[in-house]
């Protein structure tokens, strides 16, 4: 089945440091979502890409669609202690499932 | 406008007993989606719904695990004679079919724990 590689499995850095993060899967997805998971919840959608090549920001976080349409990667600049939390990337391909990275975790030291 | 809701949010079983989860989506989202999470774990997709259809169940376990969404009500996960294995945390997610994309918005998740 499809799979997602998602690194680094963690990070600790300190405030104010930009971030980055990445996946990239063995097929081709139509789709790439970014997710945000605080313990105890649900993730939040933070960043949702249709096209390959396409980068997209939402205040301090920029996401892109690889042009091969197998990878995708995420950046959070200029980060805050309430940057902390399971950050996920999910993929859509030919179906309308997503199938999920297993996580990055950030730790913010202030 | 409310997000996805889910009850309960943390559910108690004993082995062999049934766990019930409900899942509302938001308001004007016709199709429901279920995930399980494991501990340190991403997201795994179960099902796919739209209202009194299953689309996709390619996720579901063959036995014991069912899932509908009525025409009117919540969508339910059905889970008999839970085990062990089957503590996780479930979340529900909803979507509105557009043509540019499919964003699925995730309630806060029900964590079931078998004892």
């Known amino acids: 089945g499809q799979q997602l590689n998602q690194s680094p499995q963690s990070m600790f850095i300190q405030e104010g440091e930009d971030v980055s993060m990445n996946c990239t899967s063995s097929?081709?997805?139509?789709?790439w979502l970014w997710y945000k998971q605080d313990p105890g919840e649900g993730p939040v959608l933070l960043i949702a890409?249709?096209?390959?090549?396409e980068l997209t920001s939402n205040g301090r976080l920029t996401a892109q669609f690889g042009i091969t349409r197998k990878d995708s990667f995420l950046n959070i600049s200029a980060s805050i202690p309430s940057d902390v939390g399971i950050y996920f990337c999910?993929?859509?391909?030919?179906?309308?499932?997503?199938?999920f990275g297993k996580g990055t975790k950030l730790t913010v030291n202030p | 406008n409310a997000g996805v809701m889910q009850n309960p949010r943390h559910l108690v079983r004993r082995r062999g007993q049934e766990a019930r989860l409900r899942c509302s989506p938001m308001?004007?989202?016709?199709?429901v989606y279920w995930y399980r999470q494991l501990p340190e774990e991403g997201l795994k997709f179960m099902v796919y719904?739209?209202?009194?259809?299953?689309?996709?169940e390619s996720g579901m376990p063959k036995e014991r695990f069912s899932a509908e969404f009525p025409k009117e009500g919540p969508s339910i996960l059905r889970i008999q004679q839970v085990v062990r294995g089957d503590s996780a945390a479930y979340f529900c997610?909803?979507?509105?079919?557009?043509?540019?994309?499919?964003?699925?918005?995730f309630g806060p998740g029900t964590r079931l724990t078998v004892l």
């Open positions: 997610a909803s979507s509105r079919q557009t043509a540019g994309g499919n964003e699925q918005f």
């Open positions: 719904l739209q209202k009194e259809n299953i689309i996709d």
């Open positions: 890409l249709y096209k390959a090549g």
């Open positions: 097929s081709i997805f139509n789709t």
């Open positions: 308001k004007g989202h016709s199709h």
């Open positions: 999910a993929g859509q391909g030919g179906s309308e499932k997503l199938v």
